[in-house]
């Protein structure tokens, strides 16, 4: 059983940065492949950034290529996104995922994740 809390969301204007935090306990946290979705409201549920176990592979939405950035540390069992030069349309809840399988590689699709935060509000003002 893994439990996941994100943190770090808030309100910013447009062009401000945020960094949201995903701290995990339960399991061997290493072993996980760990992603950020996000949803806003009316609107499907989207991979934003996607990172491996070790953090040596990573992939990202191309609409935030170049502005968000994924890591993790492993020895704080942490996933962290640093968001740069938000968006009115970057606003939407924050989900942190775990993934059993890949944990040496990518996992791109919701139905590849395990495990859940219960989200964080990012709200852009213009």
């Known amino acids: 059983q893994v439990q996941l809390v994100e943190s770090g969301g808030g309100l910013v204007q447009a062009g401000g940065s945020l960094r949201l935090s995903c701290a995990a306990s339960?399991?061997?946290?290493?072993?996980?492949?760990m992603g950020w979705f996000r949803q806003a409201p009316g609107k499907e549920q989207a991979v934003v950034a996607a990172?491996?176990?070790?953090?040596?592979?990573?992939y990202y939405k191309e609409s935030v290529k170049g502005r968000f950035t994924i890591s993790r540390d492993n020895t704080k069992n942490t996933v962290y996104l640093r968001m740069n030069s938000l968006k009115p349309e970057d606003a939407a809840v924050y989900y942190c995922?775990?993934?059993?399988?890949?944990?040496?590689?990518?996992?791109?699709?919701?139905?590849?994740?395990?495990?859940w935060g219960q989200g964080t509000q990012v709200t852009v003002s213009s």
């Open positions: 990172i491996s176990g070790s953090g040596g592979n990573t």
């Open positions: 339960g399991g061997t946290f290493s072993r996980y492949a």
């Open positions: 995922a775990a993934s059993r399988q890949p944990s040496s590689d990518l996992a791109l699709t919701s139905n590849e994740y395990d495990y």
